[in-house]
């Protein structure tokens, strides 16, 4: 098993920055994706970023190109998902996720391993 802990929720202004972790334990895999999704109330879960942990390539969600930008902490186990120029439609609760493979999915059925979520929330 894997257990994901989040954490760098909050309440920000619009154009404003927030970072968050995620935090990762239990079982290792010689690769794998580390993600990040979110979800609005009454919305599907969204993909927003991954990276593939081996090379450090990343991939984002369109919504988010250009503002977020993932990236990840080997000796700490944990990846990153720094967020600018945040906007209102932003607002969701954030997931990270991980799954046991070095190729990258952006679909939530693709991911075994999920944190609790972290509230973010962007007033106007």
């Known amino acids: 098993q894997v257990q994901l802990v989040e954490s760098g929720g909050g309440l920000v202004q619009a154009g404003g920055s927030l970072r968050l972790s995620c935090a990762a334990s239990?079982?290792?895999?010689?690769?794998?994706?580390r993600g990040w999704f979110r979800q609005a109330p009454g919305k599907e879960r969204e993909f927003v970023a991954a990276?593939?942990?081996?090379?450090?390539?990343?991939y984002y969600g369109d919504s988010v190109k250009g503002r977020f930008t993932i990236s990840r902490d080997n000796a700490k186990n944990t990846v990153y998902l720094q967020m600018n120029s945040l906007k209102p439609e932003d607002t969701a609760v954030y997931y990270c996720?991980?799954?046991?493979?070095?190729?990258?999915?952006?679909?939530?059925?693709?991911?075994?391993?999920w944190g609790q979520g972290t509230q973010v929330t962007v007033s106007s």
């Open positions: 996720a991980a799954r046991g493979s070095g190729t990258v999915v952006t679909v939530r059925g693709g991911y075994d391993y």
């Open positions: 239990g079982r290792t895999f010689s690769s794998y994706t």
């Open positions: 990276i593939r942990w081996g090379d450090g390539r990343t």
